[in-house]
T-cell receptor, first 112, second 109 residues
Framework: DAGITQSPRHKVTETGTPVTLRCHQTENHRYMYWYRQDPGHGLRLIHYSYGVKDTDKGEVSDGYSVSRSKTEDFLLTLESATSSQTSVYFC???????????FGPGTRLTVT | KNEVEQSPQNLTAQEGEFITINCSYSVGISALHWLQQHPGGGIVSLFMLSSGKKKHGRLIATINIQEKHSSLHITASHPRDSAVYICAVYGEYGNKLVFGAGTILRVKS
């Protein structure tokens, strides 16, 4: 599993509240990614990071922000959660010198 | 039109059958990734290909760069192979994956 953990694993929150999801890795990989997975849409990239404080947007970045203040942690924040952000969120890392990505266990977020 | 198209969308097979899942893409790529996701489960990397063919156990993945096509084969299928199989590609200049919609495989005993 390339030493990737996500927290929390499940969360239920109300519309309008801020939410932060954490991705933690133990192997010093440079590239980290946040995806969401929804029925009928598959996996879609939200944001990714290519180093500490270096981040870029993916195809569905609206309503999300990210931060990476140290190599091992990549945080995804929903500033004001909406019901359309109910989804399963996966974090991933890309191995050094390779194209291969390894995924975390996922976080199931429900916004009521 | 999606950049990555998978077929079929759904597949039901009997245990022991040979299975093929196809992936076509419309852009130049650096590499192609096959992933597996069991129901309610995490996402597991099966293969990363940039040319030719790779084999791991009963799974075989091939890619034809000229035809922009990849196939994932499962020999002697088993109910535990029931999962969603996802194809994803890296563009020529990027570090981002573009995903197909996935193929839902069910293998009946």
């Amino acid at each position: 599993d390339a030493g990737i953990t996500q927290s929390p694993r499940h969360k239920v929150t109300e519309t309008g509240t801020p939410v932060t999801l954490r991705c933690h890795q133990t192997e010093n990989h440079r590239y980290m990614y946040w995806y969401r997975q929804d029925p009928g849409h598959g996996l879609r990239l939200i944001h990714y990071s290519y180093g500490v404080k270096d981040t870029d947007k993916g195809e569905v970045s609206d309503g999300y922000s990210v931060s990476r203040s140290k190599t091992e942690d990549f945080l995804l924040t929903l500033e004001s959660a909406t019901s359309s952000q109910t989804s399963v969120y996966f974090c991933a890392i890309k191995l050094q010198g390779s194209y291969e990505q390894y995924f975390g266990p996922g976080t199931r977020l429900t916004v009521t | 039109k999606n950049e990555v198209e998978q077929s079929p969308q759904n597949l039901t097979a009997q245990e022991g059958e040979f299975i093929t899942i196809n992936c076509s893409y419309s852009v130049g790529i650096s590499a192609l990734h096959w992933l597996q996701q069991h129901p309610g489960g995490g996402i597991v990397s099966l293969f990363m290909l940039s040319s030719g063919k790779k084999k791991h156990g009963r799974l075989i993945a091939t890619i034809n760069i000229q035809e922009k096509h990849s196939s994932l084969h499962i020999t002697a299928s088993h109910p535990r192979d029931s999962a969603v199989y996802i194809c994803a590609v890296y563009g020529e200049y990027g570090n981002k994956l573009v995903f197909g919609a996935g193929t839902i495989l069910r293998v009946k005993s």
